[in-house]
Nanobody, 125 residues
Framework: QVQLVESGGGSVQAGGSLRLSCKASGSRLSSYRMSWFRQAPGKGREGVAVIDDESNISYADSVKGRFTIFQDNAEATLYLQMNSLNPKDTAMYYC???????????????????WGQGTQVTVSA
């Protein structure tokens, strides 16, 4: 069983930055595929960034070049550094942990067993 707790959300103006954290307990991060998802009001949840290890990282096209996912295994914490934020990034952000499987399924919600409670990010114009 893995417990995930996100933090770091908040309100920021367009062009600003935020760093989200996801503290895991109950198991090692390195055992799982770790991802960030987000859900904007009135929309479905979408995958933002995923990491298996330093050699296997992927981003949604909408955040490439602006967001960076990384993890500190010693601290059992997953991070999402978000730069050049714009209002379209406004959403509830969730971290998720799942078994490593086919890479093409990396953003499938059904592949993730454990979810955090979410942290809100609001970007104003």
């Amino acid at each position: 069983q893995v417990q995930l707790v996100e933090s770091g959300g908040g309100s920021v103006q367009a062009g600003g930055s935020l760093r989200l954290s996801c503290k895991a307990s109950g198991s090692r991060l390195s055992s799982y595929r770790m991802s960030w998802f987000r859900q904007a009001p009135g929309k479905g949840r979408e995958g933002v960034a995923v990491i298996d290890d330093e050699s296997n990282i992927s981003y949604a096209d909408s955040v490439k070049g602006r967001f960076t996912i990384f993890q500190d295994n010693a601290e059992a914490t997953l991070y999402l550094q978000m730069n050049s934020l714009n209002p379209k990034d406004t959403a509830m952000y969730y971290c998720a942990a799942g078994d490593r499987g086919f890479w093409y399924a990396r953003f499938w919600e059904s592949k993730y067993k454990y979810w955090g409670q979410g942290t809100q990010v609001t970007v104003s114009a």
